[in-house]
């Protein structure tokens, strides 16, 4: 079953522009990991947060996330065509000795040149 | 390092014939998955190893076997082929076992199954 929900399903901006992809979850969380899937590609990992973190940067990438609404936002600020993909949430469960990622649907982004 | 790899890349197969999907890694990972992903359905664990000579079922497990052959192999095995299975099937290896605390999963480039 999935754990994240990602939203908006799919996201259409012209380059320059931020744009921005939320994921929900129901559970108790470890941490929260977003990937990104160029068409016909694997997941590539973009960055984690650990539930104890509220916010955190790579480069153009920003997460928060909300322990308390059980949710977390990516925003990719000053989108580039290169950025065009599907970008994923997972949520890293624990218990009974075992630990798996639970992967959301995604959000596919189109960045217009 | 070629990081994951998997094997092939394209396979198409008839109802009940049966295949074994390759999967190989060089980081000297720990924790190794395989998934299926399908249209509108995200990333689905199928199987996972969280150390050599381990193997657990995950969400999706009937229909497949696999197999940890060593540190490095994981291979997945569909026994009899059915359309159902049709999917794009990935691998997936990470440093710190499973159960040992939150760590990133590496992919491979996936393996595109077609079972008519």
């Known amino acids: 079953s999935q754990q994240g929900e990602e939203d908006p399903q799919a996201l259409s901006i012209q380059e320059g522009e931020n744009a921005t992809m939320n994921c929900s979850y129901k559970?108790?969380?470890?941490?929260l990991q977003w990937y990104r899937q160029n068409s016909g590609r694997g997941l590539v990992h973009l960055i984690l947060i650990r539930s104890n973190e509220r916010e955190k940067h790579s480069g153009r990438l920003r997460v928060t996330l909300d322990t308390s609404k059980k949710s977390s936002s990516l925003l990719i600020t000053a989108s580039r065509a290169a950025d065009t993909a599907s970008y994923f949430c997972?949520?890293?469960?624990?218990?009974?000795?075992?630990?798996?990622?639970?992967f959301g649907k995604g959000t596919k982004l189109s960045v217009i040149p | 390092n070629a990081g994951v790899t998997q094997t092939p890349k394209f396979q198409v197969l008839k109802t009940g014939q049966s295949m074994t999907l390759q999967c190989a890694q060089d980081m000297n990972h720990n924790s190794m998955y395989w998934y299926r992903q399908d249209p509108g359905m995200g990333l689905r664990l199928i199987y996972y190893s969280a150390s050599e000579g381990t193997t657990d079922k995950g969400e999706v497990p009937n229909g497949y076997n696999v197999s940890r052959l060593n540190k490095r192999e994981f291979s997945l095995r569909l026994e009899s082929a059915a359309p159902s299975q049709t999917s794009v099937y990935f691998c997936?290896?990470?440093?710190?076992?499973?159960?040992?605390?939150?760590?990133?999963?590496?992919f491979g480039p996936g393996t595109r199954l077609t079972v008519l």
């Open positions: 997972a949520t890293g469960n624990s218990g009974a000795g075992s630990y798996q990622l639970t």
């Open positions: 997936a290896s990470s440093l710190i076992p499973l159960g040992q605390g939150t760590d990133t999963q590496y």
């Open positions: 559970t108790s969380i470890n941490n």
